[in-house]
């Protein structure tokens, strides 16, 4: 596989000015392709973009945005043709300046606030930036009550699978306990709708940031005391605490425990860069309340048809549980 590997991005490299020494396959198999290449003017990455080539372009046009306002992104660089990828089958594969560095411990309150600053700098950063012509819009803005209601939906759905399996200890449990968590998530939707998230919507519309939607230590970098940020492919024009909620609220979900001083500690350390009104603050909130994990956790097993233990269930609907305690008081 690894010999297979090699000689595709050797097909693919002769697109490139590169003096091309070495390639070594740093990412394989189903996902996403990476080689490093090590050339004459230093290591290079080529990688292969897992992703529908009109949400590629505009992630990849975007990085190209980041990079010439001096945003820590990697750098890309152009083809023979002067294009910032190379379409090769259905995929696009791009060359990317190859950043060096350790990644991010989330146990360390210094890295996370490394972190939370370099996610503030890149919504900031990313306002301004316009798709090129061809390339379609990629934004989820004002789209979260359709995605409160499919959950909802789905998760009564899951209700009837589990009804077949009366002799599942998951299915029942999920049975006894998941009406209360569909009631507090169309809860959420009302108080969503009743809140500033709609004019924030419309004035985000003006001039959109970007969101990462897959920030974390395996896409940042800490590289000669700067924080670099990787792999945008799922970028998105959408509000910036959505990326809020997807790092902190899974992060206080490992932890076994509602750790309020470090909730407030990256909350902190991200409004340094990039503060937040009252306003947007209490639609955080909201979104936070919202049971994104619970229903990850039974999409696992429903969705995926994966297996998951009943203690895996019930550890999730005691999450929803405690955090609804923590982040209820905050709404205003």
């Not at 590289?223 to 799922?234: A, G, P």
Request: with cysteine; proline share 8%; net charge negative.
């Amino acid at each position: 596989m690894q010999e297979k590997l090699i000689k595709i991005a050797q097909l693919l490299l002769p697109n490139w000015e590169l003096n091309v020494q070495s390639v070594e396959v740093i990412q394989g198999g189903q996902m996403t392709l990476v080689w490093k290449l090590m050339t004459g003017e230093g290591p290079k990455c080529l990688k292969r973009i897992l992703r529908p080539e009109k949400k590629a372009v505009f992630s990849i046009h975007a990085q190209d945005y980041l990079t010439k306002k001096g945003m820590r992104v990697p750098g890309i660089i152009p083809n023979k043709d002067g294009n910032l990828y190379t379409k090769h089958g259905p995929f696009l594969f791009v060359v990317y300046e190859w950043i060096e560095g350790r990644p991010f411990e989330l146990t360390v309150p210094e890295d996370l606030q490394w972190m939370m600053k370099g996610l503030a700098d890149y919504h900031t950063e990313s306002i301004g930036y316009v798709p090129p012509p061809l390339a379609p819009v990629f934004s989820k803005l004002g789209k979260w009550p359709k995605h409160y209601i499919k959950r909802c939906q789905q998760m009564e759905t899951w209700k009837l699978i589990a009804e077949r399996s009366p002799d599942d200890p998951f299915c029942q449990l999920y049975l006894n306990e998941i009406d209360p968590y569909i009631a507090s998530g169309k809860e959420t939707l009302k108080k969503l709708q009743e809140s500033y998230y709609p004019e924030w919507v419309r004035h985000c519309k003006k001039q959109p940031n970007l969101c990462h939607q897959d920030y974390g230590t395996g896409n940042t970098l800490l590289s000669e005391e700067q924080i670099w940020i990787i792999d945008l492919d799922t970028t998105t024009f959408d509000l910036p605490i959505r990326d809020l909620r997807k790092v902190i609220i899974p992060l206080m979900g490992d932890t076994g425990t509602w750790d309020q001083a470090l909730f407030d500690l990256m909350l902190a350390a991200y409004e340094e860069n990039a503060p937040l009104t009252p306003e947007q603050k209490n639609v955080m909130y909201i979104d936070m309340l919202f049971p994104y994990e619970l229903y990850e956790t039974v999409s696992e097993r429903f969705g995926r048809k994966n297996d998951i233990l009943p203690e895996e269930l019930l550890d999730a609907f005691e999450y929803e549980k405690l955090k609804f305690e923590h982040l209820s008081p905050f709404l205003s």
